[in-house]
């Protein structure tokens, strides 16, 4: 059975920090590519970066270039999303996805971003 479990979300003030996890199990991590998503009330959800299996390419979408940054450690099957200089625009629910192959995707509960004064 296929899990992945976001974790790390919160309030924080505009120009904070925040890092994001997600704990996958049951798929051999270090095959899949591994993402990040949000949707925000009433919008469209949105890819914000992604990171592929070896070599560890990654992607990232125009708003967020420069201020999130995607990374995975396959010894602990945990990809992150350290995101700084937050905004309120940044505020969203977040899911992690997971690729296997070229079309088995499977994808996290999410985990809510609110970025507030």
């Known amino acids: 059975q296929v899990q992945l479990v976001e974790s790390g979300g919160g309030l924080v003030q505009p120009g904070g920090s925040l890092r994001l996890s997600c704990a996958a199990s049951g798929l051999t991590f270090s095959l899949l590519t591994m993402s990040w998503y949000r949707q925000a009330p009433g919008k469209e959800r949105e890819l914000v970066a992604s990171?592929?299996?070896?070599?560890?390419?990654?992607n990232y979408a125009d708003s967020v270039k420069g201020r999130f940054t995607i990374s995975r450690d396959n010894a602990k099957n945990t990809v992150y999303l350290q995101m700084n200089s937050l905004k309120p625009e940044d505020t969203a629910a977040y899911y992690c996805?997971?690729?296997?192959?070229?079309?088995?995707?499977?994808w996290g509960q999410g985990t809510q971003v609110i970025v507030s004064s």
């Open positions: 996805k997971a690729l296997y192959g070229l079309s088995e995707n499977y």
């Open positions: 990171i592929t299996s070896i070599p560890g390419s990654t």
